[in-house]
C-alpha cells in the first residue's frame, strides 16, 4: 500500500524467424513505482522480478525535496549574480542596478542499470538492493545590469 503504481510506454516488436517471416512478438512495457518507503519498494521489486525483468532503475527525490533543493539553489545563483554585478560595477567605477534576470533550474537523476539472468529471476524473491544516491539540482541564472553615475 505505500507504493504508487503507474504504467507507463509499451513498445511491441516482430520476432522474426526464417526468410524474415514474423513468427511473434515480443513486448516491453514501463511500470512506474513511487514510494518514500524504500523497504517496501525494494520488497516489492524482489516480488516482480519474479516474473518480469528490470531493465533500469531511476530513484528520484520526492517533489518537495526537489522543490526545496532548487529555491535553495536558486537563492544562491541571485546572490552569485548579485556578487558579480558589483565586481563589474566597482571595476568600471561605477554602481548598478539590475535591469533583468532569467532564472532556470533543473536536476538529472541518475539511472542505475539493472542487469538480471533467467537464474536469478527465477530464484526466490529476495527484496532488490536499493541504495539512495544523489541528483544534481542546479539553478542558472542570467540578466542585465544598468550602470549608473556615482
Known sequence: PSVRTQSG???????????SRIEGWRMRSDLALES?????????LGKLQATMGVASLSMLPAP????????????????????????VAA??????RIRSLT?????????????????MMAAEA???PIEAGETQITATVSGQIELLAR
Open 9 to 19: 510506454m509499451t513498445h511491441t516488436y516482430p520476432v522474426h524467424g526464417k526468410a
Open 91 to 96: 571595476a568600471l567605477g561605477s554602481k548598478h
Open 126 to 128: 529476495a527484496p532488490m
Open 36 to 44: 518514500g518507503d524504500t523497504a517496501a519498494l525494494s520488497e516489492l
Open 64 to 87: 518537495e525535496t526537489r522543490k526545496k533543493a532548487e529555491s535553495q539553489a536558486m537563492v544562491d545563483a541571485i546572490a552569485a549574480f548579485q556578487e558579480r554585478a558589483g565586481v
Open 103 to 119: 532564472i532556470n533550474s533543473s536536476g538529472r537523476p541518475p539511472i542505475a542499470p539493472i542487469m538480471r539472468s533467467a537464474v
